[in-house]
C-alpha cells in the first residue's frame, strides 16, 4: 500500500530509469533530466537534457468503484480503498544551441524506454530507492 509519496515516486522512477538508459545510448554526450515547470527551461539551453513535468493527474475510470472504502459499525475507516490515477507527463527535450536532431534523438530514446518498460517493475523501484539513500 502505498502513501502520499506515491506520485512523486514514479516521477523519481521516471527519471533514474531514463537516466540510467542515457548513459548507454548517448555516451560521453550527458544528457542533464531536469524535473520543472516547463516554462523554467531557458529557450537557448546551455546543457542537454530531458525535462519531466507532471502536468495533470486525474482519476482512473476503470478503478474508480474497485476498491471502496470499509468502514465498521461505528463509521470509523477500517480498510483504505485503492485510488487508480492517471499520472500524464510533459516530456520537453532541449539542447545546447537548440540543435534540433539532438533534441528528435532525445525523444525517440525517451519513448523506447518508456515503451520497453511500460511497467514499473519494483526492481526498478528498489534500485530508485537506493540511489536516493546513498
Known sequence: M???R????VTAVLKYMLDKEFDDDF????IIISLRAPHTIESVPKEN?????????STNL???NYDMPMRNNKGELISKPLVGLNLDYLLTPYAVDND???VQQILASTIRVLHERSVLSSQIINETKKSFVN
Open 49 to 57: 537534457g530531458l525535462n519531466i513535468f507532471l502536468f495533470n493527474v
Open 2 to 4: 502505498s502513501d502520499f
Open 6 to 9: 506515491a506520485i512523486s515516486a
Open 62 to 64: 476503470g478503478y474508480i
Open 100 to 102: 534540433e536532431i539532438l
Open 27 to 30: 555516451g560521453n554526450d550527458k
